[in-house]
C-alpha cells in the first residue's frame, strides 16, 4: 500500500522539522509494508509540529508536563502511526492523560472514542468541564469482565492502551480485551500498547502485585487474538529500572508508594521501563 499523499497546504515554518523529519526516517521494513497499516512516516513531521502544539496547551496541568519526559508522547503516538485524521480508540483512558493530548489533536479531521465503566465518574466529568476540548470524544461504556466491546466491527485505525495489562491479567480477561480490539480495528489497523516491563523470562504469575509483565508474554497472549507484531520500540525504556521494588512500580515515581523512604533514590531512577509494541491487524 503507498503512503497516503498530504493534501493539507503545510505553513512555511513547518517546513524546515517536516524536511529534517523525511531525512533521518528509517525505511519501513518488508514485514512492515506488506499489511496496509497507517504509515507513520507519511506526515511524521506534520503530526510532530501537531502534538508539539497540543503538549503547550494550557489545558494540560503542570503536573501531567512534568511527565512528558518519561512518556514521550510525540515520539510514542508517531511510532503508532497516528493521523489527523485517524478514527483511534483509547481503551481504559485512566485519569485521562492521553486523553488530554489525543482530543485536540484528533478534534479537527479526526475521532477518537474512549471507554469507561458506569463508576467512572471523574473521567466523565473531566471530559464534561471543557467542551471546547473533549465535547467530539465520545464515550463507549464497557462493564469487564463481561461486557468488552469497543466499537462497531472494523470501524477504527488505531486502538490504544497505555500501562493497563497488569490490571487484565490478574483479573483473567486480558484476552478478551485483545479479542475486543481485535473486532472494532480496520484490517491494518493498529493496536498500540505501551506497559511496564518485567526482566525478561520472569513468570507471569510472581507478578501479580508488582504492575510488571513479562514482553515475551504480553506479544504471545496478542498474537493468539489474531494479530501480527508490525514493531517494537525502546522509546520508553528506563534501564535504571531494577524492577524489584517493595511496592511494586508503584514505588516509583509518579506513585511513590513508599512516602518518604529512600524517595531521593526512587525519584533518580524515575518512571518505569516500558514495552512500546506495534501490532496490526493482518
Not at 497540543?54 to 512534568?66: G, S
Not at 473533549?134 to 492502551?161: H, M, Q
Amino acid at each position: 500500500m503507498t503512503n497516503r499523499p498530504l493534501t493539507t497546504r503545510i505553513p512555511l515554518f513547518l517546513i524546515l522539522p517536516l524536511a529534517l523529519s523525511c531525512a533521518t526516517a528509517k525505511p519501513s521494513s518488508p514485514a512492515a509494508s506488506a499489511a496496509p497499516a497507517p504509515a507513520p512516516m507519511a506526515a511524521t513531521g506534520d503530526v510532530a509540529a501537531k502534538l508539539r502544539a497540543v503538549l503547550a496547551m494550557p489545558h494540560r496541568p503542570e503536573k501531567d508536563r512534568a511527565r512528558d519526559q518519561f512518556r514521550h508522547p510525540i515520539e510514542t503516538l508517531s511510532f503508532f502511526g497516528l493521523r489527523e485524521d485517524s478514527n483511534v480508540i483509547e481503551i481504559w483512558p485512566g485519569g485521562g492523560w492521553y486523553t488530554q493530548v489525543l482530543a485536540p489533536f484528533l478534534k479537527e479531521k479526526g475521532k477518537l472514542a474512549v471507554t469507561n465503566t458506569a463508576n467512572g465518574k471523574k473521567f466523565a466529568d473531566m471530559l464534561a468541564a471543557a467542551p471546547d476540548l473533549y465535547g467530539k470524544v465520545e464515550i463507549r461504556l464497557i462493564n469487564p469482565p463481561t461486557e468488552i466491546a469497543f466499537g462497531p466491527d472494523g470501524s477504527a485505525d488505531l486502538v490504544l492502551t497505555f500501562r493497563n495489562v497488569h490490571g487484565w491479567m490478574p483479573a483473567g480477561y486480558d484476552g478478551k480485551v485483545y479479542e475486543a480490539a481485535f473486532r472494532v480495528l480496520k484490517s491494518g489497523g493498529v493496536f498500540g500498547v505501551v506497559e511496564h516491563r518485567a526482566k525478561s523470562g520472569t513468570d507471569p504469575a510472581q507478578l501479580k502485585d508488582t504492575g510488571y509483565v513479562p514482553e515475551d508474554y504480553l506479544i504471545k497472549k496478542v498474537q493468539e487474538a489474531g494479530f501480527r507484531l508490525a514493531d517494537k520500540s525502546e522509546i520508553n525504556a528506563n534501564p535504571k529500572d531494577t524492577k524489584d521494588y517493595p511496592k511494586g512500580v508503584w514505588t516509583l515515581p509518579p506513585t511513590l508508594r513508599m512516602g518518604e523512604q529512600d524517595k531521593e533514590k526512587y525519584l533518580a531512577i524515575g518512571e518505569s521501563d516500558r514495552m512500546t509494541l506495534k501490532f496490526v491487524k493482518p
